[in-house]
């Protein structure tokens, strides 16, 4: 029996280590630099594909992914559903999801799916501006794609604020709750999505709960289990390379 989720990155891709924080000493600069590089669009420079395959299981459901970049599902092999409530996806063809759609894949026993990232038209950026009307959710595509490059790092709204280069913590956190959207909960989400992604393409033991703002692994596998709906255990089974 194998289970894998697996990431493939272009060869000359260069991406940043969850730990960029600490690596670059912590100053104002880095800081900038990586969310600067982040709210300009992720992926940077190279293309993101997260790959589901499982075998010898009858039925896989994995809920609540929630990238922080489009992307465009393929089903490679087998019998798979993607559900993102509030559309209807062709069944047939590659399912377009939006920066953030909440996204469930159901797998039965040899299906395998591909997620590829898809290349941004216009900037990221949650400052107003021509392009932000155009953009899903701005601001929370903006703070995702940040914290997703940077997942490490002691997140709070001010910080985010230097980040996003708003004005002020009411801005932000206001114009998430116009977005639908909660500074913790997406914070969160974007930790345990880069995590996804390190773990398809590293060992199976590196990083630690730390290197993804968690206290201890204990507070980890809590919040992997009530965010993806399934064991952690089974989890990094599933994201163990084939």
Known sequence: MTHALQ??????????SPNAWRETGGDKGPLQEHCANAAAGLPPT????????????????????????????????GHCEVAVPGQ???????????ALDYTSVSLKQEARIVFRSLRLQAPLSAAPGRHAKRQHKPVASAL?????????HPWCVDNALQALRLDD??????????????????V??????????????????????????????????NALYDRFGIEPALLFRLLAKP
């Open 169 to 186: 913590g009411g801005s932000l956190t206001h114009r998430l709750l116009r977005e639908g959207e909660s500074f913790r909960e997406l």
């Open 7 to 16: 990431v493939l990155r272009h060869p000359a891709a260069r991406t940043t």
């Open 88 to 98: 209807m996806l062709d069944p047939t063809g590659d399912r377009l999801i939006r």
């Open 144 to 152: 995702a794609a940040t914290v997703f490059a940077l997942p490490g």
């Open 188 to 221: 969160a989400t974007q930790r345990l999505m880069r995590l996804l992604f390190d773990r398809c393409a590293a060992a199976p033991n590196e990083g630690s709960a730390a290197s993804y703002g968690f206290p201890d692994r204990c507070r980890l596998e």
């Open 46 to 77: 190279q293309p993101w594909t997260l790959a589901l395959h499982v075998s010898g299981l009858q039925r896989l459901q994995l809920e609540g992914l929630r990238f922080p970049f489009p992307v465009a599902a393929q089903i490679l092999r």
